[in-house]
């Protein structure tokens, strides 16, 4: 099977409040476009009416994201994305945990001319990535292979 070439130069992961997934799938991304020496700009931020700017990204996360060698950095504070539209300006793609967040996106902003995909269907399937706080690490754990395993079907479907 022929795969197209990566068309993307700058993704943008979005989540409700950015101190779980989307800083988990940012991290991901950034450490697989390293290893491929690739120049791609991976971004991360929330959505949703409680996102807040400055709060430190989940503990559990980054532990999550430490059992699969990829450290998040302990500086990093969330962003909300409605407090910070150029965000948008340099994005070849959004990535959304959830409907939801891509419904958000399309309420707030007038982007008709971006891609915006869930993670499930940039993997070829349907559904949302749950929300892991308050689920303990586990839950967190749960949410990373989710998030992995879907990044990954979407990224295998390209030629790097």
Known sequence: ??????????????????????CMAEGF??????????????KSCGVSSHARDGMLISIDARLAMEEVGIKL?????????????EILEDVDLI????EK?????????????LEILTLKEFAGEYGDIEDPSMKELEGFREARNKI?????KGLNRYEF
């Not at 302990?74 to 539209?85: A, F, G, R, V, Y």
Request: with cysteine; proline share 3%; net charge positive.
């Open 29 to 42: 991304l950034k450490d697989f476009f390293l290893k491929q020496n690739l120049d791609i700009r991976v």
């Open 148 to 152: 992995i395993n879907c990044l990954m």
């Open 95 to 98: 990535l959304t945990l959830t």
């Open 1 to 22: 099977m022929m795969k197209n070439k990566f068309p993307y130069k700058s993704i943008l992961i979005v989540c409700s409040v950015n101190t779980a997934r989307s």
């Open 101 to 113: 967040h891509l419904e958000e996106i399309h309420e707030i902003f007038n982007i008709n001319s």
């Open 73 to 85: 950095s302990e500086n990093s504070l969330s962003i909300d994305l409605k407090k910070h539209p």
